[in-house]
């Protein structure tokens, strides 16, 4: 027999959010959204997924929502609760992937006044969501019809800007009164407004009078008629496109390793190298290096296209593109003539010339991180998912071949909190398999992104466990302090052996460049259930021999 909450507040959020077909639902253990976990969880409609620890939950949320490209809802109970899913609202916020946050609270009228588990949750995410609302209780005067509006606005708000909206939703004891049917609502009229663009004619004919013309991929989803889009304007070497791993553009003409090219510019090359007319799509850029050669480059013009975000990252932008990049190419294709430009040769025979020192320092190159990263971009099966954590993890990657999968990162906000949980996440949607390169700090940081009985018996974990947060030996400045090792890269000592036995994975522990190179081909095939493969590193020079790399290139 079903059993259904009683809450008019919920049966009118549950209705609405089926009508808009947002059916994966996080739930987070509670009292006050026991409604909630009570009436979603008896639905047909809806998949439920309970995920104990807020912060784990809210990112496994977004892994989801990103795998599935429709918002994912999560649920928690009142409190600091709801204070633990801040760090992947902004994520979700600045990579602008939707997830509708549901907070369960007390009444209005019992906040401040030193009540259990309440705080002050109305509008507490502000800063960082599109939207946030607050639900009538069941018996104020109109609750109905305005609780009706409210989560309307909200769900669309959320699907509109593919972003985080939060709706906070008090309510009043008893929590757990329950009804066997539930009351007929009416359909819901749905509102949302199909975005039209039409290119300016004068971008058309600035395309054309700019003789240096580069298109830079930041941060983007798998995009298949993008990429063809951007593979016909390289066909004729009209362009230069540079791109990362998490740009997700393949093609034999896109530079993909933009730091192995431009390390070594001197003032004289910034200008060499520079465009006329620089074009940006997709988000966060991991490069810090391609965002000094274009500031220091000063493009004479700066087109960036995207529906959400139009920042002036290298301090030239003249025109804001409000569309998503394959509309405005689709329309910029069909206006303009496909010349070839000596432009695309120029930036050719610099690849060509550090591509063949990258393959001379790939030939020498000792067990190490940087070691593992060259073997894995070899040993992936090519239906394989890519999750990288960020901090060295994503640096690594963009030295080599990983252009060939779907590549995702945190890079939003670029933290080692949620990597972990947010591959999971991901993974839990996916029918082919999904894997997680992870440094040890964001691996530990996350451990409760495993605590997840929904993860695939195909999914893989790789940890390089230096021992360290290594970045910081890496990046210039920390190593010339005295609270590097025990404050900055906090040296530890740490492996994952236990935690994976804890949490149901099949573990294997590497140290030498034999014992990998043995295990990695078996390491991909079936298995009745997920493995970690922890790859020690903590005895390698590992800043050491990626500073040699860089030096090879000159």
């Known amino acids: 027999m079903k059993q259904y ?32 976990a009570i009436h979603f969880s008896e639905i047909d409609a809806f998949q439920c997924y309970s995920i104990v620890d807020e912060r784990a939950a809210a990112f496994v949320g977004l892994g989801m929502s990103k795998s ?9 109970t009142s409190g600091s609760a709801a204070t633990n899913y801040y760090p992947a609202i ?45 639900l009538l209780e069941d018996e104020k005067d109109g609750a109905d019809e305005y609780n009706f509006e409210t989560i309307k606005k909200a769900v669309e708000l959320c699907i509109e800007k593919s972003g985080p909206v939060h709706i906070n939703i008090p309510l009043t004891e008893p929590l757990y009164n329950l009804l066997e049917e539930l009351p007929v609502m009416p359909a819901v009229e749905k509102t949302i407004q199909k975005k039209n663009y039409e290119i300016p004619s004068n971008l058309v004919a600035d395309w054309h009078t700019s003789k240096r013309i580069m298109i830079l991929a930041g941060t983007l ?29 393949q093609h034999d003409k896109f530079f993909a390793h933009i730091d192995r090219y431009i390390t070594d510019f001197s003032e004289e090359d910034y200008h060499t190298y520079a465009p006329d007319l620089l074009i940006t799509i997709g988000q966060n850029v991991v490069s810090k290096r391609v965002k000094q050669f274009l500031r220091k480059a000063k493009p004479k013009q700066h087109w960036h296209i995207d529906e959400y975000w139009q920042p002036d990252t290298y301090y030239s932008l003249t025109q804001k593109i409000e569309t998503k990049p394959e509309v405005f190419f689709s329309k910029l294709l069909k206006s303009i003539n496909l010349e070839p430009r000596p432009y695309f040769n120029l930036w050719d025979v610099l690849k060509d010339k550090k591509d063949a020192k990258h393959e001379e320092y790939l030939n020498k190159a000792p067990f190490s991180d940087f070691y593992l990263f060259k073997q894995l971009s070899n040993q992936i099966p090519e239906n394989y998912r890519v999750h990288f954590s960020n901090s060295s993890a994503i640096r690594y990657a963009q030295l080599f071949e990983y252009q060939k999968y779907d590549v995702y990162c945190n890079r ?8 972990t949980s ?32 929904y993860i695939p018996p195909y999914t893989r974990i790789v940890i390089f466990n230096n021992g360290e947060g290594n970045i910081f030996k890496i990046i210039p400045g920390p190593s010339g302090t005295n609270a590097l090792d025990e404050f900055i890269a906090t040296q530890h000592h740490r492996n994952a052996e236990l935690l994976a036995k804890n949490f149901g994975f099949d573990y294997t522990r590497v140290e030498d460049e034999i014992s990998l190179d043995r295990v990695l081909p078996n390491y991909f095939k079936p298995a009745s259930k997920p493995k970690i493969l922890e790859v020690m590193t903590s005895e390698c020079n590992n800043a050491d021999i990626l500073k040699q790399y860089f030096e090879s290139l000159k």
Not at 8 to 33: M, T
Not at 437 to 448: K, P, V, W
Request: with cysteine; proline share 5%.
């Open 5 to 36: 909450s009683a809450k008019r507040s919920i049966q009118i959020l549950a209705h609405i959010l089926e009508q808009y077909g947002i059916d994966k639902i996080i739930i987070s253990p509670g009292s006050r959204n026991a409604p909630l």
């Open 68 to 76: 599935i490209k429709k918002p994912v809802a999560i649920t928690c």
């Open 90 to 134: 902004v994520e979700a916020f600045y990579q602008n992937v939707p997830l509708l946050v549901l907070t369960a609270d007390r009444p209005a009228d019992f906040v401040d006044i030193f009540d259990g588990q309440t705080i002050r949750q109305k509008n507490i995410f502000q800063q960082h969501s599109y939207g946030d609302f607050e």
């Open 221 to 249: 989803s798998p995009n298949p008629e993008l990429e063809a889009q951007l593979s016909q304007l390289v066909k004729n070497h009209t362009v230069v496109v540079l791109t990362e791993m998490n740009s997700n553009l």
């Open 412 to 419: 939003g906000t670029s933290g080692i909190d949620g990597c």
């Open 422 to 453: 947010t591959a999971m996440g991901f993974a839990m949607m996916e029918d082919e398999p999904t894997i997680l390169i992870t440094g040890d700090l964001s691996f530990f940081y996350d451990i409760n992104g495993l605590w997840n009985q």
